[in-house]
Nanobody, 126 residues
Framework: QVQLVESGGGLVQAGGSLRLSCAAS????????VGWFRQAAGKPRETVAV????????YYADSVKGRFTISRDNAKNTVFLQMNSLNTEDTAVYYC???????????????????WGQGTQVTVSS
């Protein structure tokens, strides 16, 4: 079992940057594909970025490509989301989640993730 805790959210002006962290418990963290997801008020949860077990493969939603970067440090059981050039449409609660499934299109969706963090609020002001 994996427990996830997000941190790094906050209030930032449009054009600014934030770095989110997802700290995981458990000795087998490197066995999990990890994703970042977000949910804005009144909208369904959506995939932001996903990273493979060793970090060699990544996936990004079109809306964040070129602005966000997902990375992981398995030695520290942590996954990061560097967010640059933020705009007001990025305002949401951001969640990290983990799945033991292998890499493939299915892990680009929200439905196959077994473990979720509590979320961290990101607010971008204009």
């Amino acid at each position: 079992q994996v427990q996830l805790v997000e941190s790094g959210g906050g209030l930032v002006q449009a054009g600014g940057s934030l770095r989110l962290s997802c700290a995981a418990s458990g000795r087998t963290f490197s066995s999990y594909v990890v994703g970042w997801f977000r949910q804005a008020a009144g909208k369904p949860r959506e995939t932001v970025a996903v990273i493979s077990r060793r970090g060699s493969s990544t996936y990004y939603a079109d809306s964040v490509k070129g602005r966000f970067t997902i990375s992981r440090d398995n030695a520290k059981n942590t996954v990061f989301l560097q967010m640059n050039s933020l705009n007001t449409e990025d305002t949401a609660v951001y969640y990290c989640a983990a799945t033991p499934r292998g890499w493939g299109a299915v892990v680009f969706t929200t439905t196959v993730y077994d473990y979720w963090g509590q979320g961290t609020q990101v607010t971008v002001s204009s």
